[in-house]
């Protein structure tokens, strides 16, 4: 068991990380406990930027703390199906600052402080990079690849909603109704309706928030949906095998309506999905 943090801050070198102890485990799993309120944002960190960029903090085998969590202005993001929690100020950023020991030195230690210092309290959502609130997810193929227990038990519904649930998430499941066997456009989109995805005419233009997934038929055989990542190109997960960004030609998708689909030959149409208020299971 063991739970490391990152300090994220560099662009080229290496970012210091350092290992907690288990005291200082069980204090973090209390901190983050404490936190109640929910927020639809992302830390900005994730997406990028120069210098403090925040804390990612990975916990293997750990009952009390989630596998992967990212902490930046305030904002605790658990890479899970629920939603991120939001505190009122900076003190778990300033305490896992105050955990790295010798992994950093005294000059990066108060700049680090000087940018929490700057930021005593966390950003209000107008003030928080449009690009934070829209958390388009990135093309991560390693997030649903590496671990094979991850890759089997999630499918591509799971994939679109960007929910890793390792139920093979089915439409309608969620929200109490599963979709009517077999599969067709009417009765999945339905259920996937029921779930929290909303119809749209089309996906090209950007949402304030969430992302655009598209669903497609193999005719009385299966569904399949696709996701819109923040590159503006599509991927999908086939059933439990990997994530990938390419059609069965192996060519990448700048639009699924116009893919090599396979037996998929249904087109259905564009969903918008925002993944904190989807229900999946």
């Known amino acids: 068991m063991s739970v490391t943090v990152t300090l994220h801050m560099y662009s080229g070198v290496p970012d210091p990380t350092w ?8 204090e973090l799993a209390d901190r983050i406990a404490r936190v109640s309120k929910t927020t639809l ?4 960190g994730i997406v990028g930027g120069l210098g403090y960029r925040g804390f990612s903090v990975t ?8 596998p992967e969590i990212y902490i930046h202005a305030g904002i605790i993001d658990l890479d899970r199906f629920d939603l991120n929690r939001i505190a009122d100020d900076v003190d778990l950023e300033q305490w896992l600052l105050g955990t790295a020991g010798n992994a950093i030195e005294p000059d990066v230690e108060k ?11 966390v950003m209000s959502p107008a003030s928080v990079p449009a690009y934070s609130i829209m958390a388009v997810p ?22 679109a909603n960007d929910k890793i649930t390792n139920t093979f998430a089915q439409p309608g499941k969620g929200s109490g109704q599963i979709g009517p066997f077999p599969p067709a456009c009417g009765g999945t989109g339905a259920a996937a309706q029921r779930d929290g995805q909303i119809p749209v005419a089309s996906a090209s233009s950007t ?5 655009f997934v598209a669903l497609v038929i193999w005719p009385g055989r299966d569904y399949h949906w696709y996701r819109l990542d923040s590159n503006a190109m599509w991927s999908h997960k086939p059933g439990q ?25 249904a087109w259905c149409g564009y969903y918008h999905c925002i ?7």
């Open 19 to 26: 290992e907690l102890t288990d005291v200082q485990s069980d």
């Open 59 to 66: 916990a293997v085998r750990e009952k009390k703390l989630d």
């Open 41 to 44: 944002l992302k830390p900005p």
């Open 111 to 121: 700049y680090v402080q000087g940018e929490l210092a700057g930021r005593s309290t």
């Open 275 to 281: 993944p904190a208020n989807t229900r999946i299971a």
């Open 138 to 159: 990135p093309y991560n193929p390693g997030k649903w690849n590496n671990d094979p227990n991850i890759r089997t038990r999630n499918n591509c519904y799971n994939y």
């Open 241 to 265: 095998t990997a994530a990938r960004n390419t059609d069965n030609s192996g060519r990448t998708i700048n639009d699924p309506k116009n893919c090599d689909r396979g037996p998929y030959t």
């Open 207 to 211: 949402p304030a928030q969430g992302h």
